[in-house]
């Protein structure tokens, strides 16, 4: 008897594979199709209230629907069927009850349902805490014009169940609809199409595609808008907007470069939403509308590999989602690839390749600190926050994987086998297991002596990073080894470095380069020579400022207290933390600028930092 059949066949080890362990729902029972929002964002009370309708799939009439909430305050449930619903004759409560809270997760919430097969829609009538995950409420002083409050929504992993209640799992896609009421002269924004407003000024949005929760979005701020091309735009403050229309400018070139080889844009509109400094991460790829964070905004372009990026998650992670969050390498391996290969059309081969390498020594650098258990692809997450997954590896041993596999059987082949792997499953969640059923089926055995090549298991099952890994040669890179090296022993004047003209990639790569230590005189020379201390390139300010905290340059310690104060950027928080906490006296100063900024951050980036500077009580 196989494996499978001892342990219930196919179907079961399926079944097994899809089991969301950071979700309550039991969506094979009673999963939600549709949600229907009507909000009210209250900026006094920090909390957004309402109702969510959501439509029924019931597989199991004796089953309750059970949802995920975290924090959330629920009022009341009402059965009903959609005719009763929309004719407002339903008046009867559904019994409902709440799990314990679990670390984590949040709390199950358990809603019994009529028999009846038309009783296929509820209404939950809630509201949100006041220090709901998923939302933060930014004063006025905390946004870029400094003239009206600000929300924005983060969900991504599991934190939408903190403002809506819903089966918050990636393999539950949802459509939804929405009204929203805010304050006057805010405006509301959300992941799906604008619908205009109501008669009572609600702003009114449609999302006609399923979509998985975590990518349901809202923010609402003082916003304006700018048009970047026939499909795309920029959301941002007044006082942003004309800077960040022109650092976009090249979105829809980077739209058309994605659709030339891996099919059609399905989502409407693409426009970008920058957000106040405050935003955990650098971008999130919520559908039609990209957030993103103004650190990118660095005057020349250098950043918008970011805006590449999310716009590749159209197709890898929207379009086609990863089921569980141990798949999560099937959303941002495919994008990182993807990502490289729009730069390279839009900017040239010579930036992917920097961009590439700088992403693979990225990989090689955690590879070093990260246990073995998470070095692989498909990675164990029970028991876990999924956050804990947000490493270089899905992201950058994902993308090699993929790198892999296009170096052996080469580019046309590869990108007609993405192409048809976008179409043969849009609009939907998959597993490990399901992809490598279909790489395997239409692609290794093809060819099985190219198949060969490529240890499969080992990229996706195993620790590190295989022996066969794409690692292009890049000749700028090579020239800066020698010159960083022989800069370090003196014999090249910081003078002749030539690093007026380096873009930020280079600089990247040659500070990333340097020892721990460095003398003082060098360091010295080089800022005053080039201005990183004061540099307006936030990538190319942590890499120095790290540098220069472990060296004890004293001249970025009031700069990087700024920076830290009003920048909300994980990736940036928490290397500069880190180097920081390295010594008692500096985990000290690290502490108490944690303490004044730490209202300010995302929850997100909090879970972080409170772990690294174990100041949980603050």
Known sequence: MSIAACAGGPDAQRARERHD???????????????????????????????????????DLS???????????????????????????????????????QPNLGQAVIISLPPEADYDTVCVTYRSAPNAAAL???????????????????????????????????????????????PAGLTVLMSAQAKGRHADGAFLFEMDKPVPPYLIALACGKLAFSPIGERCGVWAEPGLLARAARELEDTERMLLACEGVFGLYRWGRYDVLVLPPAFPFGGMENPTLTFATPTILAGDKSLVGLIAHELAHSWSGNLVSNATWRDFWLNEGFTVFLENRIMEVVYGEDRAAMELLLGLEELEGELKVLPPSDQVLHIDLAGRNPDDNMTAVPYEKGAAFLHRLQQVFGRPTFDAFLHSYFDAHAFTSITTADFLAYLDQNLLRADPGKAAQVDVARWVRAPGLPSDVVRPSHPAFAELEGKRQHWLAGSLSTADLGAAAWITQLWLRFLNGLPEQVDHSKLAELDAAYGLTTSGNSEIFVAWAVIALRNGIAAVDAPVEQFLLNVGRRKYLKPLYETLAKTPSGKARAQAIYHKARPRYHAVAVRTLDELLQDKGV
């Not at 549709?34 to 909390?47: A, G, I, M, R």
């Open 63 to 101: 089953a309750p629907l059970v949802l995920d909430a975290m924090g959330l305050v629920i009022e009341e449930v009402t059965p009903g069927s959609n005719n009763e619903f929309i004719h407002g004759l339903s008046r009867t409560t559904c019994p409902f009850t709440l799990g314990p809270p």
């Open 21 to 59: 362990v950071h979700s309550f729902a039991r969506p094979d029972q009673v999963r939600v199709t549709h949600v229907v929002l009507n909000l009210l964002l209250d900026f006094d009370k920090k909390e957004v209230r309402g109702a969510a309708t959501l439509s029924l799939a019931r597989a």
């Open 136 to 182: 933060q409420w930014l004063a006025p002083e905390q946004t870029h014009d400094q003239v009206a409050p600000f929300l924005y929504t983060q969900g991504q992993a599991i934190l939408t169940r903190s403002w809506i209640p819903l089966q918050d799992s990636p393999g539950v896609r949802v459509t939804y609809s929405a009204s929203v009421r805010a």
